[in-house]
């Protein structure tokens, strides 16, 4: 089910609402969806792979947490940090300014132009100390993406 944007997600406290929870595609919502980033979002890190390792566990015991309590929108945020945790790390080890792209595709006016944009990509730029933080919290996303119990609840989840 594609994520809903429609949402006042200013007002909702998706613990208390969770049935108007949309999985959506990767990371979608990711800092959106509260309680659960405010829960979160302080303990996500990546500068230092000894602080990628810290904040990967701490946010992996997150997820087994919410798991406990068969919280699936905590557990699929939590989830969500981690996959954000090897994107973000990925991006700053191919491109040291964090920007992958000449213009931000996402600021075109039209599908055309944004697709143009995604073309233009800037010089990568190599750095091993995001590299080893992206691959730490890589590990631990596989973890929780494969995690029995939060399959079984994923499984469950509507669809549509």
Do not use: C
Request: hydrophobic share 35%.
């Amino acid at each position: 089910m594609p994520f809903d944007y429609s949402l006042d997600f200013k007002t909702i406290d998706f613990r208390l609402s969770p049935e108007l929870y949309r999985v959506g595609k990767g990371e979608q919502g990711v800092l959106l969806v509260e309680p659960y980033k405010s829960e979160i979002l302080p303990h996500w890190r990546f500068k230092t792979p000894e602080i990628a390792r810290q904040s990967s566990e701490k946010i992996y015991e997150i997820f087994l947490n919410y798991l406990e309590q068969d919280d699936f929108v905590g557990a699929d945020m939590a989830r969500k940090f981690l996959q954000m945790g090897y994107t973000r790390a990925r991006r700053y080890a191919n491109h040291k300014s964090g920007k992958k792209y000449q213009k931000n595709p996402q600021k075109e006016s039209s599908q055309e132009a944004q697709k143009e944009a995604r073309k233009d990509i800037l010089p990568y730029e190599v750095d091993p100390i995001k590299a080893e933080s992206a691959a730490i919290f890589k590990e631990k996303w596989m973890l929780a993406k494969t995690n029995e119990k939060y399959l079984q609840l994923l499984a469950k989840w509507p669809k549509d």
